[in-house]
């Protein structure tokens, strides 16, 4: 089991940064795979990134490929999304998940969840 807290979400400017955290509870964080995915109003949750368990290995979707990095701390059992030139369309709130098997890219595949942190970008 285990249970995640996402947190440094806000309101920023349009080409603004903003750093997520994501802490993990238990002592098996190192064995999951993380992603984060985005939920905006009226739409679906959508996939943002994900890193492996060892962190050798990232996967970004097409609409934050160069401006979002997703990286993991294993020794503090913390994912952050580090997100550079934002934009209105960022808008969303912003989950992270962990993934013990299956595809970084499918929603269903993952076994835990955060409750999210609302992140909104203003133009």
């Known amino acids: 089991q285990v249970q995640l807290v996402e947190s440094g979400g806000g309101l920023v400017q349009a080409g603004d940064s903003l750093r997520l955290s994501c802490a993990a509870s238990g002592h098996t964080f190192s064995t999951y795979s993380m992603g984060w995915f985005r939920q905006a109003p009226g739409k679906q949750r959508e996939f943002v990134a994900a890193?492996?368990?060892?962190?050798?290995?990232?996967y970004y979707a097409d609409s934050v490929k160069g401006r979002f990095s997703i990286s993991r701390d294993n020794a503090k059992n913390t994912v952050y999304l580090e997100m550079d030139s934002l934009k209105p369309e960022d808008t969303a709130d912003y989950y992270c998940a962990a993934l013990t098997g299956g595809s970084y890219y499918y929603i269903d595949d993952y076994d835990y969840w955060g409750q999210g942190t609302q992140v909104t970008v203003s133009s």
């Open positions: 890193i492996s368990w060892s962190g050798d290995n990232t």
